[in-house]
């Protein structure tokens, strides 16, 4: 089983439309979340942590369930540049500080 | 944004030849990562440095050696090339926020 696991989608949605991705991580340990974009044949950019209370970022809201142990990205007004692949990551051993990625969900957005 | 920087950003390669690519970074972060990104499996982790001379495995790292002479370089060798390292290496920083700031990649072949 996956540390950190992913619906690779893709999930096509037109221009506006509210899309939701969720990310299930098995340890519960698990200190410190995040999601990253990444941009077809770019590199993962930091796109928001997760905090325990939840936080919002313009368009963007990001839940953690603890109990549950699964992430959620929440996208408002979806734009076409929203378009790319969103990685689910998390900070399992903080000894060393390495991040464990899921494999990531791409996003289409329609115009 | 950080600086850092990855070379090459592209090589072909024969199997059996060693490969080394370069990690370098402008801003003294203690940490750095290498990478490696695959179809379905997600970025993976292959060494880690928490400070000169100061390196550790990753889950991936059979085949790969590293050195860190220097805060500012981080080196991934392939000692050997075989076609499953074929690949895109992704090199990544951070300090002290465990959010990482990656390199823009190195695309790696081996034939």
């Known amino acids: 089983r996956k540390e950190v696991e992913q619906d690779p989608g893709p999930f096509n949605v037109p221009e506006g439309a509210t899309v939701a991705f969720n990310c299930t991580y098995s340890?519960?340990?698990?200190?410190?979340f995040f999601w990253y974009r990444q941009d077809c044949r770019k590199e993962p950019k930091l796109l928001m942590s997760?905090?325990?209370s939840g936080n919002e970022d313009g368009r963007f809201t990001a839940q953690l369930n603890r109990a549950s142990q699964y992430i959620s990205l929440l996208i408002r007004d979806s734009k076409l540049s929203d378009s790319a692949t969103y990685l689910c990551?998390?900070?399992?051993?903080?000894?060393?500080?390495?991040?464990?990625f899921g494999s990531g969900t791409r996003l289409q957005v329609q115009p | 944004d950080a600086g850092i920087t990855q070379s090459p950003r592209h090589k072909v390669t024969e199997t059996g030849t060693p490969v080394t690519l370069r990690c370098h970074q402008t801003?003294?972060?203690?940490?750095m990562y290498w990478y490696r990104q695959d179809p379905g499996h997600g970025l993976r982790l292959i060494h880690y440095?928490?400070?000169?001379?100061?390196?550790d495995k990753g889950e991936v790292s059979d085949g790969y050696s590293v050195s860190r002479s220097k805060t500012e370089d981080f080196l991934l060798t392939l000692e050997s090339a075989t076609s499953s390292q074929t690949s895109v290496y992704f090199c990544?920083?951070?300090?002290?926020?465990?959010?990482?700031?990656f390199g823009s990649g190195t695309r790696l072949t081996v034939v």
């Open positions: 990551v998390v900070n399992i051993d903080t000894g060393r500080r390495a991040l464990t």
């Open positions: 340890n519960s340990a698990s200190q410190s």
């Open positions: 997760v905090y325990s």
């Open positions: 801003e003294n972060h203690r940490y």
């Open positions: 440095s928490y400070g000169v001379k100061d390196t």
């Open positions: 990544a920083i951070t300090e002290g926020n465990y959010g990482y700031t």
